[in-house]
Each structure stands twice: as C-alpha cells, then as structure tokens.
C-alpha cells in the first residue's frame, strides 16, 4: 500500500487531477489519482513499458493468434481497482470537450460503448504511466483540433479511393464544408462530363449531376 505524505506526492496528485491550475490528464481525479498511486504505487519502472503496464491492468485486447493471423478475440475480465477506476475515468469522457472527448465520442459512435471505454481506459493508463515514468505532461489540445485532425485523414482516405476509380477530388468552391466537406470529382478519362457529389452525412450521398 503506497502512502502520501511528502511534499512531492501531493505535487505529483495536483499534476495528474483534473483542475483548473494545473496540468491534467482529462477525467482524472483526485480519487482515481489515489486509486493508481495506493494500487500501482508511483514507481512504473515494475513495467518495462507501457504496454506491459496496460497489460498488467488487464485492458489489452485478448487476441487468438495462430499463424501469424488473429483467428479470435477474446475478453479479459477483471476486478483490479486501478482498472475499474479507469474505466470510470474513460466513461466521464463522453461529454468533455478535449482532445480524448473527442476520441472517445467517435470510438463510442464506430464500435460501441463498452469498447470505446476500454480503449480509452487503456489510452489514460498510458498517459499516467509516461506522467509517472518520464514526467511528461499532457497538453490537451482540445475537440477541435481532434475533429481537424480526424477531417484531413477522412480525406486523404477519400482522395487514395478516388485514386484508384481514376478520380481526382476538388473541393467545391462556394460551398460550406460538412464534417465531411464538399467535394467535385472530376473523371482523368472524360473531364468535361465531371459530377460533383456532396457528402452530407456518412453513408449518404447525392449527386448533383444526375439530379438524384
């Protein structure tokens, strides 16, 4: 059981609170603070890395692996305290307007709640253990820059598929950007018959060209 007590600990607690005054790591608190410290201890060179960390929480993925190839996914239950604290740090995420906020609604919406909670639980183990590690802090960059970041990788995606049908994308002038934006694509073969497709929503298409 770790104690604390000295002036250093209750500056390593203030660190890695969620406050106002203070780096952060986003959703934890001072209880889930005292949950990893009085559990886990301050000392993460017990793992070797990070991953072997997570690992030890039992928030790794529970991979079947035969050949080289993954034939199943398993699950891994656990009743450790600093894992289910976790958990309950990564599931406060889903309303926060930070950087991992933002992760953690867009894992929620793609593969479900329980998955995303263990994701992110796992991603927050890995920022407390390069905190108490390496003394690294976390700078939250915020939902926007997130949103950004995930917008440009949509479309470079967009414009590699684009690519290979013999497409080039434009984006459209004139016109207000969705979160996927608006774009024109243009055919190499026939330029002059080019057709411009506005994406509104995922999975929902319409094509200006055709009328539909």
Wanted: aromatic content about 8%; charged content about 25%; hydrophobic content about 40%.
């Amino acid at each position: 059981m770790y104690h604390i007590g000295t002036e250093a600990d209750v500056d390593l607690v203030e660190a890695m609170c969620d406050s106002d005054d203070s780096p952060t790591i986003d959703g934890i608190d001072v209880t889930t603070t005292m949950t990893i410290l009085s559990e886990a201890g301050w000392d993460m060179s017990k793992w070797k890395t990070e991953h072997h960390f997570v690992s030890w929480l039992r928030l790794c993925p529970d991979n079947k692996i035969s050949g080289d190839k993954i034939i199943g996914k398993g699950r891994l239950p656990t009743n450790h305290r600093v894992t289910n604290a976790l958990r309950m740090a990564a599931s406060t995420l889903r309303l926060s307007n930070t950087y991992l906020g933002a992760q953690f609604r867009r894992l929620r919406t793609k593969l479900g709640a329980p998955v995303a909670i263990k994701a992110m639980a796992a991603k927050l183990a890995r920022l407390v253990y390069r905190m108490l590690r390496y003394g690294m802090s976390f700078i939250d960059r915020g939902a926007e820059f997130y949103d950004a970041q995930h917008r440009k990788l949509q479309i470079n995606y967009l414009k590699r598929k684009a690519a290979n049908l013999g497409l080039q994308i434009i984006q459209a002038p004139g016109l207000k950007h969705s979160n996927f934006g608006c774009f024109r694509f243009a055919s190499h073969q026939t330029p002059f018959r080019a057709q411009r497709w506005i994406v509104n929503s995922p999975g929902r298409q319409k094509d200006e060209g055709n009328g539909g």
